[in-house]
């Protein structure tokens, strides 16, 4: 059966481009009406011009716990409700262990995980008024094994965003708030555009299916997350790798 998500009102973070781009396509495409969060305004308002009216644009800095309280009384206030949350907003510096500094904790875990937390937070009571909803939290594989090296902090981040979806899945279940996470492997995106060639290929080696994954591959499963097909999975961490990381 084919799922689709008309009349859903969805929300996503880190719209403007990789993952979250691929997101808001798949969504939109399964019939959904995306609300676009990202600090890079210009580029997600290029991207709701190219998919049209079934994207709207909305300028969000997820580090910023006030942003986040006023992107969903915006959204509420435009499109009325929010069925669909997909915390997908993140950036993952590479910061050696011994190097990193308090700021570069505080930065990282604020964009990863703090934005997650507390998005979650204010779209819940909206979802328990409506009688349930999706939360898709994304996490890495960095998340579930620490896989890399120089990324102590994104790896932390990421385990936190695992760990704190099973709490609020068992707090909000009674509500009909599925809270679930997704935990992808080494994607073919802008964070892999400052590796050299080699090392590429070293990680594609590890990978069964001996490639990096696709940004739309990874929507692909979401968009079924958020879907009616999706209803008796929370608290979940769905790994979506290649078979890379196998728990």
Not at 8 to 27: E, M
Request: with cysteine; hydrophobic share 45%.
């Amino acid at each position: 059966m084919m799922f689709r998500l008309n009349d859903k009102i969805a929300l996503v973070t880190g719209a403007a481009r990789g993952l979250g781009a691929a997101c808001a396509r798949a969504l939109a495409g399964q019939g959904a009406l995306v609300a676009a969060g990202d600090v890079d305004f210009d580029e997600v308002s290029r991207l709701a011009e190219e998919l049209g009216p079934a994207v709207r644009p909305y300028k969000v800095d997820v580090s910023d716990v006030g942003q986040l309280h006023k992107l969903v009384e915006e959204v509420v206030a435009d499109l009325s409700r929010i069925d669909i949350l997909v915390n997908n907003a993140g950036i993952c510096p590479r910061l050696p262990f011994e190097e990193s500094t308090e700021e570069d904790w505080e930065h990282v875990m604020g964009v990863n995980a703090r934005s997650q937390y507390f998005l979650t937070q204010a779209v819940c009571p909206i979802m328990r008024r409506q009688g349930g909803g999706r939360i898709i939290n994304v996490a890495s594989t960095a998340g579930r094994t620490g896989t890399f090296a120089n990324a102590s902090i994104y790896s932390g981040t990421k385990g936190a965003v695992v760990m704190f979806t099973k709490s609020i899945a068992r707090e909000v279940a009674e509500w009909g708030i599925l809270v679930n996470c997704i935990a992808p492997g080494v994607m073919d995106t802008d964070l892999m555009a400052d590796l050299p060639e080699e090392k590429v290929r070293a990680i594609c080696d590890q990978i069964p299916l001996k490639r990096l994954g696709r940004p739309d591959e990874v929507a692909a499963f979401i968009a079924f997350m958020a879907s009616d097909e999706c209803s008796y999975a929370t608290g979940a961490t769905f790994d979506v790798n290649g078979g890379w990381i196998m728990l």
